[in-house]
Each structure stands twice: as structure tokens, then as C-alpha cells.
């Protein structure tokens, strides 16, 4: 049975990374571009659970309600946008010298 819900999965996430690759096209994230650089860091931790999340919702049955649904996808959304900021720290104000 696993092989089968695999193979079944694997358009899924195809289609997440697809969409990671045309947010990375769009944003063209780079050290000089942070906030592009934070959304991108946002989409690419979301998009595949995403997509995940419709493709379970529209074919099989599902006891979780629509806010615990869009809640885990938020969440992940939320992670990849504070993770960017380990790679990418905000800058601090120069000190005055007195």
C-alpha cells in the first residue's frame, strides 16, 4: 500500500517544487534583495505542504476544520520567515561615537 499512496504523492510535491522555483524566478532573492530573500524563505517552506494540504482536502476524507488546515500552512509560512533572519540578520544602527 505505501508504494502506491508514494507514487500517488509524488505530483504532489513536484508541483510544490515547481511553484518554489517560479517564486525563486519572480523574487530573484539575493544578499542584496532581503526582503525578497525573506519571502522566498517563506513560499519555499509553505508551497509544498500546500499544495499537500489541497490535494488531501479535495480527495480524501478530512476531520480537521478549515482554521487547523490554513493554520499549519500559516505556521510553516511564519518558521520560514524567522528562519531568514539567521541567514540574513537585520542590521544594527551605527553606534555615535561620543
Do not use: N
Amino acid at each position: 500500500m505505501a508504494p502506491i499512496l508514494i507514487s500517488l504523492l509524488q505530483p504532489v510535491f513536484l508541483l510544490g517544487g515547481a511553484l518554489i522555483d517560479l517564486a525563486y524566478w519572480y523574487l530573484k532573492p539575493s544578499p542584496t534583495r532581503v526582503l525578497e530573500m525573506r519571502i522566498f524563505a517563506a513560499i519555499a517552506t509553505a508551497a509544498p505542504y500546500a499544495v499537500y494540504m489541497i490535494w488531501v482536502v479535495s480527495t480524501l476524507h478530512v476531520v480537521w476544520t478549515i482554521h487547523m488546515q490554513v493554520g499549519v500552512v500559516y505556521v510553516l509560512l511564519m518558521i520560514g520567515w524567522c528562519l531568514s533572519y539567521l541567514s540574513y540578520p537585520p542590521q544594527r544602527p551605527e553606534e555615535k561615537q561620543a
